[in-house]
């Protein structure tokens, strides 16, 4: 895999990729917050873009979080290991409560809202035990919630904002996915998982690290679209 940079020079790459290759090529770009604020986006042939919000996200599935806090936790036994990472939890926690921050985001994308208020910012919803930012937190989502919708109403009129809501709450509901897929990787679930294995006296690695154990271990189920076309480009080797 080479990085070519951000989406519109993938995409440009892709647009201009035309000509035969010995061997297939396929250009890759995240889903970001276009997958709720967007919708369509254009087709381009030998471009797949994720359903997921980036490529951190494929590898997100509980049982593979489970054996990764296992791993960094050699002191404690398999049990206590669980109990106090407790990564089921974290992931209810984060289908209960991030959709509606996650959906504000969109909306806020999908008006071109621009600043701090609309921004992704995972410590600004955080919720804290010891110092460590363990999970999502309600009170906080609803802040910002009003922040994000407040900014919104003020600037583009509640006419304009209705309309991004209507369109970004199809999109959430067309999705039907895990909000854990849905938010960034890497400033989330990740971040939030090596939190809780600091809490239990476990070994915080770098996320690179943890990326390559969570690739020897995840199903890869969160885009089954991307494994298909893997496949299918592996059949023209």
Known sequence: MTPLGPRATVEAAARED???HIRPRLYIVDGDLD???RGRSERIS???RLSVYSVENLLIDVDAIKKYCRFACPALDE?????QCAVEDLFFDMQRH??????????ARRLNLAGRVSAINPPSIGREVRGRRIGPCPNLIRSR??????E???????AKYLQAKRVVRKNLKAKNANPATLAPGKLFTLAYVNERISLSGGMTLPQKAMVSYLAEHAHLQ????????LRRKAKDL
Do not use: H, M
């Not at 049990?79 to 109990?83: I, K, L, S």
């Not at 991030?98 to 909306?107: D, F, K, R, T």
């Open 98 to 107: 991030l959709p509606a921050y996650l959906s504000a985001l969109a909306i």
């Open 145 to 150: 919630l009003r922040e994000i919708v407040q």
């Open 35 to 37: 997958l709720l604020a």
């Open 46 to 48: 030998n471009l797949y």
């Open 222 to 229: 969160n885009d089954r679209g991307f494994r298909a076309t």
């Open 18 to 20: 035309i000509g035969p």
């Open 79 to 83: 049990q206590t290991c669980f109990q």
């Open 152 to 158: 919104a109403i003020s600037t583009r009129g509640p």
